[in-house]
């Protein structure tokens, strides 16, 4: 079984929905994250977790919402989805004690906003 | 500010050939780590290799090896025997010591395509 899963793994949706991405990891890792990927941009930041009670924005924040429900689980809430929302999106894991911030990525959720 | 280049949008190569994808990186920390992810088209994010910036020997993983050149500021990864299979997009990645620790900034990818 996959160490960090997310679902759905494909989505379409319309503009003005809400939507929940959801992420869970069973490398028993302390933090968590959220990415973005668009086309020619690489993968950006949008909030990140380093424990159940640590919740921080990333570099593109705005329009997005997190919960972290329990050290496996880190929630991605679009309150209400817009277009150039559309991306795949990407959790990923990694244990603050190596040092090494190695970040293990789950196999994303391509969104589709119309 | 940190910044990852990665000059190469797409590169060719012939299977069995070995092939090096170019990342440069800026940064005034002296403690950081790099990282190459190589994603497929099937859109999953894989980790191939990790180099700290303390560590004196390059970084090696199977076929993959990481070229640091610290005082270049380059990071460089070298597919040997390349397979048909190793056609994907590859990202470099750079993590940072201190308060943004917590930090993997990516490069933009190069393109892979391995020829038969």
């Known amino acids: 079984d996959a160490d960090v899963t997310q679902t759905p793994r494909n989505r379409i949706t319309k503009t003005g929905k809400r939507i929940m991405l959801e992420c869970s990891q069973t490398?028993?890792?302390?933090?968590m994250y959220w990415y973005r990927q668009d086309p020619g941009l690489g993968l950006r930041l949008i909030y990140y977790?380093?424990?159940?009670?640590?919740?921080n924005k990333g570099e593109i924040s705005d329009g997005y919402s997190v919960s972290r429900q329990a050290q496996a689980k880190f929630s991605l809430s679009l309150e209400s989805a817009i277009p150039n929302q559309t991306a795949l999106y990407f959790c990923?894991?990694?244990?603050?004690?190596?040092?090494?911030?190695?970040?293990?990525f789950g196999p994303g959720t391509r969104l589709t906003v119309l | 500010a940190q910044k990852i280049t990665q000059t190469q949008p797409g590169m060719f190569v012939q299977e069995k050939e070995a092939v090096t994808l170019d990342c440069t990186y800026d940064?005034?920390?002296?403690?950081?780590?790099l990282f190459w992810y190589k994603q497929p088209s099937s859109g999953e994010m894989i980790f191939l290799i990790y180099?700290?910036?303390?560590?004196?020997q390059n970084a090696t993983e199977g076929r993959y090896s990481l070229n640091f050149q610290k005082a270049r500021k380059s990071a460089n990864l070298v597919i040997s025997a390349s397979q048909l299979g190793d056609s994907a997009m590859y990202f470099c990645?750079?993590?940072?010591?201190?308060?943004?620790?917590?930090?993997?900034?990516f490069g933009k990818g190069t393109l892979l395509t391995v020829n038969p």
């Open positions: 490398k028993g890792h302390d933090r």
């Open positions: 940064t005034s920390d002296q403690s950081y780590g």
């Open positions: 990645a750079m993590s940072f010591s201190g308060g943004s620790n917590y930090k993997l900034t």
């Open positions: 990923a894991t990694s244990e603050s004690w190596t040092g090494r911030n190695e970040q293990f």
């Open positions: 180099q700290g910036s303390y560590d004196e």
């Open positions: 977790s380093f424990d159940v009670k640590d919740i």
